[in-house]
């Protein structure tokens, strides 16, 4: 099973910095990587698939990018709606299908 | 606009069964392979089991194998989790989720999804299991 370990697990930054959260896979995924926000009380949304490409009404300040086993998620300036949990997901020994523990992103 | 909205959770006591319902609505629902995720409280994400399009194969986690059953009705727009002996680890957030386009195809004039990733949630139902 490949497993997915994402860091920081809390990362504290202020509205209008830039946010690197990374997701590294136990082997190679190719660029079968999705990303998703998850704020308190709601449902996770995607964010990013296939490693780099965004989902449909995602902001252009959300971007992903990497293969095989290193991935990033960076957002280029903070709003404060953005201050969440993100999770990576893959899919593992197909067609099961593994997450990341999560990165929460705490205002600083 | 898609929409999925479960019901049928609750607290049920250790060895009982529940079963969850996701209506689907906004999309061809019978194109799409249909997934349930989980989320125990304050804690991460994890997948349970996914049904393909047409209903012919399904797949589970490990955690749940053998005591839950995924299944869908396309004629209802309805997916299903029926969880047989649930044990107090089963107490969580459970979503439906719909399954990215990814590599659909088309075959016979319908067309079918094939994706690894989860493009659209519906609000999740709690299941609590407790004596």
């Known amino acids: 099973e490949i497993v997915l370990t994402q860091s920081p697990a809390t990362l504290s930054l202020s509205p209008g910095e830039r946010a690197t959260l990374s997701c590294r896979a136990s082997q190679s995924v190719s660029s079968y990587l999705a990303w998703y926000q998850q704020k308190p009380g709601q449902a996770p949304r995607l964010l990013i698939y296939?490693?780099?490409n965004r989902a449909t009404g995602i902001p252009a300040r959300f971007s992903g990018s990497g293969s095989g086993t290193d991935f990033t998620l960076t957002i280029s300036s903070l709003e404060p709606e953005d201050f969440a949990v993100y999770y990576c997901q893959q899919r593992s020994n197909w067609p099961r299908y593994t997450f990341g523990q999560g990165t929460k992103l705490e205002i600083k | 606009q898609v929409q999925l909205v479960e019901s049928g959770g609750g607290v049920v006591q250790p060895g009982r069964s529940l079963r969850l319902s996701c209506a689907a609505s906004?999309?061809?629902?019978?194109?799409?392979?249909m997934h349930w995720v989980r989320q125990a409280p304050g804690k991460g994400l994890e997948w349970v089991a996914v049904?393909?399009?047409?209903?012919?194969?399904?797949y589970y986690a490990d955690s749940v194998k053998g005591r839950f059953t995924i299944s869908r009705d396309n004629s209802k727009n309805t997916l299903y989790l029926q969880m047989n002996s649930l044990r107090a680890e089963d107490t969580a957030v459970y979503y439906c989720a719909r399954e990215g386009w990814g590599t659909g195809y088309c075959s016979g004039g319908s067309c079918y999804s094939k994706g690894y990733y989860f493009d659209y949630w519906g609000q999740g139902t709690l299941v609590t299991v407790s004596s």
């Open positions: 296939d490693a780099s």
């Open positions: 906004g999309f061809t629902f019978s194109s799409y392979g």
């Open positions: 049904i393909w399009y047409d209903g012919s194969n399904k």
